[in-house]
């Protein structure tokens, strides 16, 4: 049995190969790995063909064209993270990244091997495509725990030694070209099923209603863990003036916009809940959304009262290794410390940008500028084999 469940009848014997203990003859095994090896590198060559949002709504809102698209994208995208794991050093000694591995090979295969008939029928290809996704939800935590593991084995306890940044770069790197891939298979997934949405892009996004959204969720949840609620106004600008009829729209990935938005208040109401010791001390701390844009970008500025990053915590709070809050006590915190890197990650992927000034003993200004053209709108994808994002851990 193949440890997930992307691979189709008939590949259990050149999924053999794969697996770290092998079950067949050896000759077999070694002929397979070679072969999948080959094609791996084949494809690792290749360059990934970012999307742009324009084709998101047009030949990419359709079926067919979006299935040939990702049976050739894809394992590229798949090849390049799997020779970004192989390029840490034992990298097979740590069962997490040995996990990660097999789940991009998975992955890669089983959008390397669809035929042309396999493909173009959308009852044989959405199933593949939502077995890519179900087996691929441990990844972030796996290489969670995958990079304390290497720090631990490294012996630092800094989050800024040259090691740990190249870590950080990896996982950067990784999550992004992964975060594309899920964008990609979400689109095919949203473009095959029931919504009159013809995939994840919103041609009228609204970036208000969304901010509402986010706010009403994240109010409901520090009711439910702590009993007790911060206040958020919600307020949208524009050229044209202020009010919600003036709110800005643009094409946009409405979950994309969610995600950022929910870990920024997610975190201005954890701190705000931890300082304030009454409601009145609460009140006295409100959290405000201005959502505002000009023809070129929609800005979002995320202000809170709760005295800003406290000074030792610094820079560190773009690190993927380092959490600020590991016992993950009130529900706001996904736990990892992943919010905001992640995050920024998020902004990046459409060509936007996610930047916090922290005020000493006043509070955090969180500023989201996402691009409003849709020239501008473009997948970032980075091409781990030709460029600079390679990483250099062997040689540190
Ligand atoms: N608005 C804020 N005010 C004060 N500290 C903050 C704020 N946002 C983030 N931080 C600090 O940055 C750390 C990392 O945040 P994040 O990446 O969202 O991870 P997590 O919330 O899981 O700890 C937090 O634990 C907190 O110490
Ligand atoms: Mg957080």
Not at 40 to 61: D, I, Q, R, T
Not at 136 to 147: E, G, S
Not at 199 to 221: L, T, W, Y
Request: hydrophobic share 40%.
């Amino acid at each position: 049995m193949p440890p997930f469940g992307v691979v189709r009848r008939g590949c259990a014997m050149r999924w053999a190969g794969l697996l770290p203990r092998m079950r067949f003859g050896q000759r077999r095994n070694f002929v397979f790995r070679e072969d999948l090896a080959a094609k791996v590198a084949e494809y690792a060559a290749m360059k990934p063909n970012p999307v742009s949002l324009h084709s998101w709504l047009g030949e990419f809102a359709e079926p067919v064209q979006l299935a040939e698209f990702l049976c050739t994208e894809m394992p590229i995208r798949y090849a390049e993270r799997i020779r970004n794991i192989e390029s840490i050093p034992a990298w097979q000694d740590i069962k997490e990244l040995v996990d990660v591995h097999t789940i991009q090979l998975n992955a890669f295969q089983a959008f390397a091997e669809q035929s042309r008939t396999q493909w173009q029928d959308v009852q044989h290809f959405k199933p593949v495509v939502e077995e890519v996704q179900a087996a691929d939800r441990m990844t972030k935590l796996l290489l969670m725990q995958a990079a304390q593991k290497l720090r631990r084995q490294r012996g630092t306890d800094s989050f800024m030694d040259e090691f740990s940044l190249e870590l950080n770069k990896f996982l950067d790197v990784f999550l992004l070209s992964r975060l594309g891939c899920n964008m990609l298979m979400g689109q095919y997934l949203a473009c095959t099923g029931a919504s009159p949405l013809k995939g994840i892009v919103n041609p009228q996004c609204d970036a208000f209603e969304v901010c509402r959204k986010a706010a009403d969720e994240v109010k409901r949840r520090c009711e439910i863990s702590q009993g007790r609620v911060p206040i958020v106004h919600v307020e949208a600008f524009t050229m044209a003036g202020q009010g919600v009829t003036k709110a800005p729209r643009f094409s946009y990935i409405p979950g994309i916009l969610m995600h950022i938005v929910r870990e920024l208040l997610k975190n201005s109401c954890q701190r705000s809940l931890e300082l304030a010791e009454s409601a009145s001390e609460l009140h006295e701390m409100p959290i405000h959304v201005v959502v505002c844009a000009d023809k070129r970008h929609v800005v979002i500025r995320i202000t809170d009262r709760a005295r800003g990053i406290p000074r030792q915590i610094g820079s560190k709070i773009w690190s993927y290794l380092y959490s600020g809050s590991p016992t993950a006590i009130s529900g706001l915190s996904f736990g990892y410390g992943i919010g905001l890197p992640l995050s920024r990650l998020h902004a990046r992927y459409l060509g936007g940008s996610l930047d916090l000034v922290s005020l000493p003993g006043y509070g955090v200004d969180a500023y989201l500028s996402l691009p409003r053209v849709e020239a501008d709108l473009v997948e970032q994808v980075p091409d781990i084999e030709q460029d600079a994002t390679q990483i250099n851990l062997l040689t540190l």
